[in-house]
Structures are given as structure tokens and as C-alpha cells.
């Protein structure tokens, strides 16, 4: 059951579960044309910091992904929850993120409570100013109000999302922006996020996408040799 809809925005099919594979994918593409478009507008200054131009469109398409698997949880909240998680970054200098947000104990360091602070406050403009209702609104933010720090989901929704912001880290593009972050070869952050897989993905269907993910990436960056 959704949370809440703007009004006039299209509303989703009931039925999803009852489709295949294939007709659900098609059908998830045609209602999510243009529905959030909007959105991706306004938060567009915001992505310009910490790489999530690129990391969000990635967790976006692979939150559409989790979402064909669990038809049950609210599109809109996961989708604009993913899209907007991370738009906090922008309020904080690049130095002090790498500085301080990587590292021993890094989710629990101050700028990650910082941007998870902001992006709740930026969430709110966003997508006030884009039409979507208060219920809407308020089920993102609780989404990404520790989205990094909270040890624990609090609903499908959540750990949706939550899967969605780390399956990036496992594609080539994931690994080449984060094996500098972390100062780390391919090899060894992808020997890392194996070891990591199991307790960093709170759903089957995520570990199973880690996993293929994982092994294609090693596969073209050819880290069996190098």
C-alpha cells in the first residue's frame, strides 16, 4: 500500500505481483516515465558532490531492480528515497568527507550524521516544491535520517533503499570512484566487499545481485591477474 501520491500523479497497478518477469519490467519502465523527472531537476545541484551523479542514477536502477523482486513495497518511497539519500553531501566540503567520512569507525563520524541531517532538511524543499504530499515526504525522510548510522531497517521500504545505496560499490564504476576513496587497489576493496557482502545486504535478492555484480566486475577489470 502506498504511503501517498501528489495529486494527479499516476497511480501503480495493485496486480504487479500477478505479472512475469518480463511484463513487470516493462511495466515498471512505463509508469516510472517522467513520473519522477521532476525530482531528479530539482535535487540536481545537490548530486554534484561526492560523486552522486554518478552513485544515485547507479542505486536508482538497481532500487528499480529490488523492487520487481518485492512488488509489496512502496515504489514511490523507495525510488525517492534513494534518489534523494545522499543529496546532504553537498552542504559539506570534499576534504572534510574524505577526511573524516572514511576510515575506522567512518559511519559513525560527525559528517555522517551531517549529511544524513541535511539531506532530510533538502529532501524536504525538494520535493515540497515538486508537488508531493506531506505523507510522501515525511516516509523519505524517516528513510534517510540515518540511512548510513542507524544499525537496524526500519521497514521493506527502508532496507530496500538501504540495499540500493551500497550495490553500486560493487560495479566497475562503484570500484573505480571508491578504491580511491578508501586508498585501495581494485583487488583488494573487491576482496573487501566479498568479505563484506552477507552483513552489508539486508535482503536475498541484494546478496544474489552483490554477488553476480561482484563477479562480473572482477572479470573486466581482469583481476585475476592484476
Not at 540536481?44 to 513495497?73: G, N, Q, T, W
Not at 525538494?126 to 516516509?139: C, D, F, N, R
Not at 537496524?152 to 533503499?161: E, F, G, I, M, T
Request: hydrophobic share 40%; aromatic share 6%.
Amino acid at each position: 500500500m502506498s504511503v501517498g501520491r501528489a495529486e494527479g500523479r499516476p497511480a501503480l497497478s495493485s496486480g504487479l505481483h500477478r505479472e512475469s518477469h518480463v511484463e513487470l519490467h516493462s511495466a515498471m519502465n512505463d509508469r516510472n516515465n517522467g513520473r519522477y523527472d521532476d525530482v531528479w531537476r530539482a535535487s540536481e545541484p545537490y548530486l554534484r558532490a561526492r560523486k552522486s551523479d554518478v552513485h544515485i542514477p547507479l542505486s536508482f536502477a538497481f532500487a528499480r531492480k529490488l523492487l520487481e523482486v518485492h512488488p509489496e513495497a512502496d515504489q514511490d518511497i523507495v525510488l525517492l528515497a534513494v534518489l534523494l539519500h545522499d543529496i546532504g553531501w553537498w552542504t559539506i566540503d570534499m576534504r572534510d568527507i574524505i577526511e573524516k567520512g572514511f576510515g575506522p569507525n567512518m559511519m559513525q563520524s560527525d559528517v555522517r550524521f551531517l549529511h544524513e541531517k541535511e539531506g532530510v532538511r533538502l529532501s524536504r524543499e525538494v520535493l515540497q516544491k515538486t508537488g508531493w504530499p506531506e505523507s510522501v515526504i515525511a516516509a523519505v525522510a524517516e528513510i534517510i535520517d540515518g540511512h548510513d548510522t542507524r544499525p537496524q531497517a526500519r521497514s521493506l521500504n527502508d532496507r530496500l533503499v538501504r540495499d540500493a545505496d551500497k550495490l553500486w560499490r560493487f560495479t566497475v564504476t562503484g570500484v573505480a570512484v571508491a578504491c580511491d576513496w578508501h586508498k585501495m587497489t581494485p583487488h583488494a576493496y573487491t576482496d573487501r566487499l566479498e568479505k563484506q557482502t552477507v552483513g552489508l545486504l539486508e535482503t536475498e535478492a541484494g546478496r544474489q545481485m552483490a554477488t553476480r555484480e561482484l563477479a562480473r566486475t572482477r572479470a573486466e577489470l581482469m583481476l585475476h591477474l592484476i
